[in-house]
């Protein structure tokens, strides 16, 4: 049987809502070591060849299963570099749970770099959600760089929601997709950054088979003296649909750069790219004070609203 | 009860001040439901917004129930009982129907109770009630929504400004029974409507007209409406189009 220590749990409920050991497939790593793991009868987690990470292996046609994956810090100064390769069989429909929470109550840096392959096979669904987290009061930095490198077969399907609402010092997220003909892909990310956090999220999305679709949104407050940079560039290489969208809430004195990238190799590929930066619109803030909300609560409201 | 003594406001135009409002003095009495009207640009939506809180006047005072609110924030005077609806709702991203009718309330009611509000102004609750307040909405379902949050809100002087604006006719003649029934349930409460529309005109119990800033007439509505019909403040825009073509008279 795990035990988890208070702050552990905390963290763990925090990144992947879990409040005790998962069911089905799981690997649980805490301070660079796994702390338990379960395979089932149609998915399998072993450790990669030079235990820097994990392999999982998903039957084909495996539907309804979940695999939980997440990774706790507690201690100051830990660096990390782990990946973890996902083998996604055909025609399976499964959820994966990920995500990475940092206490770091120390004065070293604390980092934690994730680099998840996911290999989707032929008419496979995939919803991967991806939550970091930082706490701790320590002068130590809260580090998060995760990669996630997607190949979507033929028809295949990923729903990727990544969420960084809190107390990550510093982030370079970048994202690579390859999607073969009718392949499907949608990212939903949502970004908080406070205090002087810095936070980068680079996409590449290559379109590459007829019919292929991609759409990703993020949506992003930059609070306090923090800085943001979302990169998204699409390449349509076939008859295809792309969309990226940047959607932000500037306040305090928080930065906020957004860099459109659309290629079209293709006349048939149609990309299409919004980016909207600016504070909270007066009306919005005046209509929930006429509610009787404070300004600062209709702030709140209208913040959480947006991140829902 | 609402009194307005003495207020004037006006906005810095091209450096000069532009009076919009000049000396206005009136009364809003409990258990009325009282329309402004007038021609458009005459200062009406700034009244509203002057007692909602939005702008502050330049000179004159505010009384709600007694109390001086005149530096009051719109917080509150909502918190004291002033609901305003606006004229152009605004959108929220993320923020559902059923959070803002939430908010409105000041509690967490369920879902159900929420759901009467939406029945109340013509909307189908079951689908709008999750819905985001956002872009998908149209103009229409957007100001249906909004009075619906000032429904829910239970103020005790609702101000609705210019709740026609936007609505198609099918939601105009379920807005009408929405005000009657306001009317029916009034008790103590007052409702304060910003409107140009005969049909709101023909429900108020007392009508005020504004013109160039100040009350050119006010009265019960029987006194005041024989005196508008005909007026630019009374007739509706296409009537007004015809007029001048000379079409009709």
Same mark, same amino acid.
């Given at each position: 049987?795990?035990?988890?220590?208070?702050?552990?749990?905390?963290?763990?409920?925090?990144?992947?809502?879990?409040?005790?050991?998962?069911?089905?497939?799981?690997?649980?790593?805490?301070?660079?070591?796994?702390?338990?793991?379960?395979?089932?009868?149609?998915?399998?987690?072993?450790?990669?060849?030079?235990?820097?990470?994990?392999?999982?292996?998903?039957?084909?046609?495996?539907?309804?299963?979940?695999?939980?994956?997440?990774?706790?810090?507690?201690?100051?100064?830990?660096?990390?570099?782990?990946?973890?390769?996902?083998?996604?069989?055909?025609?399976?429909?499964?959820?994966?749970?990920?995500?990475?929470?940092?206490?770091?109550?120390?004065?070293?840096?604390?980092?934690?770099?994730?680099?998840?392959?996911?290999?989707?096979?032929?008419?496979?669904?995939?919803?991967?959600?991806?939550?970091?987290?930082?706490?701790?009061?320590?002068?130590?930095?809260?580090?998060?760089?995760?990669?996630?490198?997607?190949?979507?077969?033929?028809?295949?399907?990923?729903?990727?929601?990544?969420?960084?609402?809190?107390?990550?010092?510093?982030?370079?997220?970048?994202?690579?997709?390859?999607?073969?003909?009718?392949?499907?892909?949608?990212?939903?990310?949502?970004?908080?950054?406070?205090?002087?956090?810095?936070?980068?999220?680079?996409?590449?999305?290559?379109?590459?088979?007829?019919?292929?679709?991609?759409?990703?949104?993020?949506?992003?407050?930059?609070?306090?003296?923090?800085?943001?940079?979302?990169?998204?560039?699409?390449?349509?290489?076939?008859?295809?649909?792309?969309?990226?969208?940047?959607?932000?809430?500037?306040?305090?004195?928080?930065?906020?750069?957004?860099?459109?990238?659309?290629?079209?190799?293709?006349?048939?590929?149609?990309?299409?790219?919004?980016?909207?930066?600016?504070?909270?619109?007066?009306?919005?803030?005046?209509?929930?004070?006429?509610?009787?909300?404070?300004?600062?609560?209709?702030?709140?409201?209208?913040?959480?609203?947006?991140?829902? | 009860?609402?009194?307005?003594?003495?207020?004037?406001?006006?906005?810095?135009?091209?450096?000069?001040?532009?009076?919009?409002?000049?000396?206005?003095?009136?009364?809003?009495?409990?258990?009325?439901?009282?329309?402004?009207?007038?021609?458009?640009?005459?200062?009406?939506?700034?009244?509203?917004?002057?007692?909602?809180?939005?702008?502050?006047?330049?000179?004159?005072?505010?009384?709600?129930?007694?109390?001086?609110?005149?530096?009051?924030?719109?917080?509150?005077?909502?918190?004291?009982?002033?609901?305003?609806?606006?004229?152009?709702?605004?959108?929220?991203?993320?923020?559902?129907?059923?959070?803002?009718?939430?908010?409105?309330?000041?509690?967490?009611?369920?879902?159900?109770?929420?759901?009467?509000?939406?029945?109340?102004?013509?909307?189908?609750?079951?689908?709008?009630?999750?819905?985001?307040?956002?872009?998908?909405?149209?103009?229409?379902?957007?100001?249906?929504?909004?009075?619906?949050?000032?429904?829910?809100?239970?103020?005790?002087?609702?101000?609705?400004?210019?709740?026609?604006?936007?609505?198609?006719?099918?939601?105009? !003649? !379920?807005?009408?029974?929405?005000?009657?029934?306001?009317?029916?349930?009034?008790?103590?409460?007052?409702?304060?409507?910003?409107?140009?529309?005969?049909?709101?005109?023909?429900?108020?119990?007392?009508?005020?007209?504004?013109?160039?800033?100040?009350?050119?007439?006010?009265?019960?509505?029987?006194?005041?409406?024989?005196?508008?019909?005909?007026?630019?403040?009374?007739?509706?825009?296409?009537?007004?189009?015809?007029?001048?073509?000379?079409?009709?008279?």
């Amino acid at each position: 049987m795990i035990k988890l220590d208070e702050i552990q749990k905390r963290l763990l409920s925090e990144v992947a809502g879990l409040h005790k050991v998962p069911e089905g497939a799981f690997n649980i790593r805490s301070n660079s070591e796994s702390i338990g793991r379960a395979s089932s009868a149609n998915i399998e987690i072993i450790p990669r060849e030079g235990g820097d990470g994990l392999e999982i292996h998903i039957k084909p046609g495996t539907k309804n299963e979940s695999v939980h994956i997440p990774v706790v810090m507690t201690k100051t100064g830990l660096k990390e570099v782990v990946y973890n390769d996902f083998y996604i069989g055909e025609g399976s429909d499964v959820f994966i749970v990920a995500g990475c929470g940092i206490d770091n109550c120390g004065p070293q840096d604390s980092e934690h770099d994730g680099i998840h392959r996911f290999y989707v096979g032929k008419n496979a669904k995939m919803k991967y959600v991806e939550k970091h987290y930082g706490s701790g009061d320590g002068t130590g930095k809260r580090i998060l760089n995760p990669g996630t490198e997607l190949y979507l077969e033929e028809g295949s399907v990923a729903e990727l929601e990544m969420v960084q609402i809190k107390g990550v010092d510093d982030t370079d997220r970048v994202t690579t997709a390859e999607l073969a003909a009718g392949a499907k892909l949608t990212v939903r990310e949502r970004l908080m950054t406070h205090g002087s956090q810095r936070a980068i999220s680079k996409y590449v999305v290559n379109l590459n088979g007829a019919g292929a679709t991609a759409d990703v949104v993020s949506r992003s407050v930059a609070r306090d003296d923090s800085y943001q940079k979302f990169d998204a560039v699409l390449n349509g290489n076939a008859p295809c649909s792309g969309h990226t969208e940047c959607d932000s809430i500037i306040m305090d004195h928080g930065r906020i750069l957004a860099v459109p990238g659309l290629e079209a190799n293709d006349v048939d590929a149609a990309l299409v790219h919004e980016a909207a930066i600016g504070k909270i619109a007066g009306d919005q803030l005046i209509k929930l004070m006429t509610l009787g909300l404070t300004e600062q609560e209709a702030e709140e409201q209208i913040i959480n609203g947006f991140l829902k | 009860m609402l009194e307005l003594k003495n207020i004037s406001f006006g906005v810095d135009s091209d450096g000069m001040n532009k009076e919009i409002i000049r000396d206005i003095s009136l009364t809003i009495p409990d258990g009325k439901l009282v329309v402004i009207t007038g021609p458009n640009g005459g200062g009406k939506s700034t009244l509203a917004r002057l007692i909602a809180g939005i702008e502050k006047p330049d000179s004159g005072q505010i009384f709600f129930n007694g109390t001086d609110i005149t530096d009051m924030s719109i917080t509150e005077r909502a918190k004291m009982g002033i609901g305003f609806a606006f004229q152009q709702p605004v959108r929220f991203k993320g923020i559902q129907v059923l959070d803002l009718i939430r908010l409105a309330r000041g509690k967490n009611i369920p879902a159900a109770n929420a759901c009467e509000y939406l029945s109340a102004v013509g909307l189908c609750a079951r689908d709008y009630i999750d819905r985001e307040v956002n872009n998908s909405l149209s103009g229409g379902e957007l100001k249906r929504i909004e009075i619906a949050t000032v429904l829910a809100k239970e103020s005790q002087i609702s101000i609705f400004d210019e709740p026609e604006a936007g609505i198609d006719l099918w939601s105009f !003649n !379920n807005l009408i029974d929405v005000f009657k029934g306001m009317r029916d349930n009034i008790k103590d409460s007052s409702i304060l409507i910003i409107s140009h529309q005969e049909r709101i005109l023909n429900i108020a119990d007392q009508v005020i007209v504004i013109k160039d800033g100040q009350v050119t007439e006010e009265g019960s509505r029987d006194e005041v409406l024989p005196d508008l019909i005909g007026t630019a403040s009374y007739t509706a825009k296409c009537a007004k189009f015809k007029d001048e073509e000379g079409e009709t008279k």
